[in-house]
């Protein structure tokens, strides 16, 4: 049988998330992003195409790398204004029953203890709906608006998420036990307190006394979404992620860098068939090739080539408008390690900034990219699953919500009528059940996370 | 027209708020918190009673001074477990149109940066109908949470607050000019970068560039809240809220407490009519005086006298374990909430015992005013209140949730508004609006944030 494939939407909580210039198109809805029905309407279109989650990108400071100034970022309103992602999910749990939403949180500017409540409160009001995009940050704007003078350097990142991580396991799985709540009005006892913990975290970056301030909710440890790519954010992701993302247009190297988390995750004892891959996918869809030809043509009209090297230039500290067409970037920076690497001069097949400013002109992104029919878009996806061992997409939009309304009243039948994807969201209550079949929506034993559980 | 009431609910995202015990009453719904049903028909009540706001409280440390233990807490469920407050402001939201929502955020140990995007967001979601109830937190076990070896001091606390305030009015006021968003979708612009600015704060507690990431929101800065009683917590209200919570019982107390705020804020150059002042009060009602007296009897008998002593032993420091019945409190600059700590000191109209103390925790409404009776006799002491004390509304406790509230929506709301002192109907826009009136949801020109940190002068500290 076909590996059933799974699908999320990415989507950010402001104007311009990754189609830059788009939200000017007449039939994009992306300027209502202020408004809560939006993201209702959005939430139930997704449960419609019984979509796993919708998921939610952030940042925290502006693009200013770019021209070495803010406003190339808001001419061009690249992810400014950006709003927070926590605070739409309630209403959108509200009007859905399945789908689950995943909420991006750097581990760099949040304090553990009060995050992970906020957490704990998303899990209970969605029943066990919620996951948790770890990571960390990288702009020197976001460093600054935190009160540090400089950025944390990349390994240190990655040295205090991986201490953040142990902060909020010990207050999501250590400090409740499972029959701590008891709710006995007879005698008037809500907890028993010898079943709730401090956890007396004392380390390099966090002293956390607790216990913890909620009861604990469904899933405790929200489904866990990672995205680093450099070799720690690899290391990173094996321990500790069950989705991640990768990005590239080469299914070999794909191919490798999924192959390889997975004997890391093996390593240290973790089933790697649990660790689910996903990459971004653009897809525009017509009745026939000519007609999603057509569309593309007239999307990429509205596309912002400046808003794109805004992005690059934030993502990996390169300002291509400090280049001449014909040198190379030198690198790596200190920003996203992965992306400054496939692009500076000591990359396998090095680019001019030239071609590099030439290939960012276009809306195709960093993933699976593809222009046809209903039928050639299945194919390509399964294509990419079978030479890949991907298990799922991100599906972007280019136009909102025209994208995923096509998407998902085109491809999803296919994909359907193909049996691999589903056609009725799982058994089970909460997202980890639906992702895994699992008959708990509790993170396994093999996860790191687990030994700080308090056996009964 | 006469003085008009304004009212709040108090409230909290935890099964055990203020009526410690009450959760265990078979007609409490509370222990269903963590459903968003809770939330959507509380917030569905109060509209329909034409509330000012639901108020949010919250706390981020356990209760552990009595006994010297955490346990009686947990046991009791004096607000362990609680959830975070912002999380049920967008769905209620969703469900009304008038409403306003208070949440309470700690200035201690908030990122100025991040709790403004916060909060712009909710203004954005909620169309301009968010408060913030600016604290500071006392409580020894949130320090501990936060990686301090201690709470911060007392009127450092209050230092760190009002250097939070003005980056978070740099953020809100003056990083985007009113004219920043042209959405001009022909040219492809959004925002006109040059009406984007940094706000370059350097202080001796936050370091923050900016600029803000939202874009103005109705309101720009919440409506600010604000319940310090306590010298220097009076002076940080005096400055900057626009609602002011007075706790107690005694309404020449309370009197006291309102004309020092309101003198204060004359000193900041803030006008009378700009600050509203709001009482705690718990109203038990029914149709006769005997029913509302049986409903009393019936919650007292299950109100937790202990969870009341722990919850105040926290808040002030006085570990009330550790004393004799027959002892007496003394007053001391404690670094915890210093107006609990007056409540039965150097408030109170004579000294009291130990066991005087417990007895009145033990009471239902053991925190401000109490009126048990018919709606006609309730109106009658909230009217009279008034007039006592000069307090423009009240902030109303639940005993049992939501019945408390439903009584009070359904009997005493329909008096009030025959008495001509209470909205039948909401007017349009934004709870500054609802509060306040006026044809702009944005903040008065005589506070500080506007008249001490215009544009272009965002790099000086306010000063006065």
Not at chain 1, 177 to 193: G, L, M, Q, T
Not at chain 1, 231 to 239: D, N, Q, T, V, Y
Not at chain 2, 333 to 344: D, P, R, V
């Amino acid at each position: 049988m076909a590996k059933k494939l799974h699908l999320n939407a990415f989507e950010m909580n402001c104007l311009g998330h990754l189609s830059h210039g788009l939200w000017a198109h007449p039939a994009d809805q992306r300027w209502r992003y202020k408004d809560l029905s939006y993201w209702t309407e959005l939430a139930a279109l997704l449960e419609r195409g019984k979509f796993d989650t919708l998921f939610i990108a952030d940042v925290l400071g502006i693009y200013d790398v770019y021209g070495n100034s803010k406003d190339a970022a808001l001419r061009n309103a690249v992810q400014i204004p950006a709003n927070d992602p926590a605070l739409i999910v309630p209403p959108m749990a509200h009007v859905t029953n399945h789908l689950g939403f995943a909420v991006t949180s750097s581990t760099s500017y949040e304090h553990p203890f009060a995050f992970a409540r906020r957490m704990s409160t998303l899990d209970h009001l969605t029943k066990g709906r919620i996951a948790w995009n770890i990571v960390t940050s990288y702009l020197p704007n976001a460093a600054h608006n935190f009160g540090y003078s400089e950025m944390m350097n990349h390994d240190e990142r990655y040295e205090l998420a991986e201490e953040f991580l142990e902060v909020v396991y010990k207050l999501w799985e250590g400090s409740w036990e499972d029959n701590a709540v008891i709710i006995d009005k007879n005698n008037r006892i809500y907890s028993d307190p010898n079943k709730v913990h401090k956890i007396e975290h004392n380390g390099k970056y966090f002293n956390v006394q607790g216990p913890h301030m909620s009861e604990p909710s469904l899933q405790r440890t929200p489904v866990l979404y990672q995205a680093g790519t450099s070799s720690r954010g690899k290391a990173f992701a094996a321990r500790h992620a069950e989705c991640v993302f990768v990005t590239g247009t080469d299914t070999s190297i794909m191919k490798r860098q999924i192959a390889d988390i997975r004997r890391q995750a093996e390593e240290i004892g973790r089933d790697p068939s649990k660790i689910k891959f996903f990459t971004p996918l653009v897809a525009v869809v017509g009745e026939t090739r000519e007609e999603a030809e057509q569309k593309m043509k007239v999307l990429s009209s509205y596309y912002s080539h400046e808003g794109a090297m805004v992005l690059f230039g934030s993502g990996t500290g390169y300002d291509l408008a400090a280049y001449s067409d014909d040198s190379y970037l030198e690198g790596p920076r200190n920003h996203v390690q992965s992306i400054a690497e496939r692009f500076s001069k000591n990359a396998p097949n090095p680019r001019t900034v030239g071609e590099i400013r030439q290939s960012l002109n276009h809306l195709r992104g960093t993933g699976l990219y593809v222009v046809g029919t209903a039928t050639e878009i299945a194919d390509q996806l399964q294509q990419w699953i079978e030479e890949t061992d991907l298990d799922g997409f991100n599906v972007r939009q280019v136009i909102s919500p025209g994208t995923l309304e096509d998407f998902i009243d085109l491809v999803v039948p296919e994909l359907q009528k193909r049996g691999v994807f589903r056609k009725e969201y799982e058994e089970g209550t909460t997202f980890r059940e639906r992702l895994y079949s699992a008959d708990s929506g509790r993170l396994p034993d093999s996860h790191p996370a687990a030994k700080y559980r308090r056996q009964a | 027209m006469k003085k008009q009431i304004h009212l709040n609910a108090f409230e909290m995202n935890c099964p055990g708020h203020l009526s410690h015990g009450l959760w265990a009453h078979p007609e409490d719904q509370r222990t269903r918190y963590k459903d968003l049903s809770y939330w959507t028909q509380l917030a569905q009540l109060l509209e329909k009673g034409k509330f000012d706001a639901l108020f949010l409280a919250d706390v981020l440390g356990i209760y552990d001074t009595y006994e010297q233990s955490a346990d009686p807490a947990v046991r009791l469920g004096v607000q362990i477990p609680a959830n975070d407050p912002m999380l049920v402001i967008p769905v209620m939201a969703m469900v009304t149109k008038h409403l306003g929502f208070a949440m309470t955020a700690s200035t201690t140990y908030e990122q100025p940066f991040s709790f403004a995007r916060r909060m712009s967001t909710l203004d954005h979601l909620t169309k301009g109908r968010i408060a913030w109830n600016v604290v500071t937190s006392t409580l020894q076990s949130s320090a501990y949470n936060f990686g301090l070896t201690d709470s911060v001091k007392h009127d450092e606390r209050y230092e760190i607050a009002d250097e939070f305030l003005e980056v978070c009015y740099k953020l809100w006021e003056h990083s985007w000019d009113d004219d920043a968003v042209v959405k001009d979708w022909a040219n492809q612009l959004y925002v006109e970068p040059s009406k984007v600015n940094f706000i370059d704060h350097k202080g001796k507690h936050f370091s923050v560039p900016g600029p803000h990431l939202s874009e103005p929101s109705l309101q720009r800065t919440p409506l600010i809240y604000q319940a310090g009683t306590s010298g220097k917590g009076k002076e940080l209200a005096a400055k900057h809220a626009e609602c002011v919570f007075i706790g107690g019982y005694r309404p020449e107390v309370i009197k006291r407490n309102v004309e020092d705020i309101h003198r204060q804020a004359a000193l900041f150059g803030r006008k009378s009519g700009h600050i509203k002042t709001f009482g705690v009060l718990t109203v038990i009602t029914g149709r006769t005086t005997e029913e509302a007296q049986r409903k009393l009897a019936d919650y007292s008998s299950y109100f937790s006298q202990e969870g009341a002593v722990l919850h105040y032993s926290a808040n002030t420091g006085y570990d009330l374990s550790e004393y004799q019945d027959e002892d007496y409190l003394q007053y001391t600059e404690t670094n915890h909430g210093q107006s609990l700590a007056a409540l039965f000191t150097k408030d109170a109209a004579k000294p009291k015992t130990v066991g005087e103390i417990k007895h009145e925790l033990g009471q239902i409404g053991n925190r401000g005013l109490l009126a048990v009776g018919t709606p006609e006799q309730v109106a009658d002491q909230m009217e009279q209140w008034i007039d006592q004390t000069g307090l423009d509304g009240f902030n109303l406790m639940q005993v049992i949730s939501p019945g408390t509230l439903q009584d009070f929506v359904e009997l005493v709301v329909p008096e009030l508004q025959r008495r001509g002192i209470y909205r039948k109907e909401y007017e349009t826009a934004t709870l500054r609006q609802q509060v306040f009136g006026g044809t702009s949801g944005r903040l008065p020109e005589d506070h500080p944030a506007i008249s001490q940190l215009r544009k272009g002068n965002t790099h000086d500290a306010i000063t006065y």
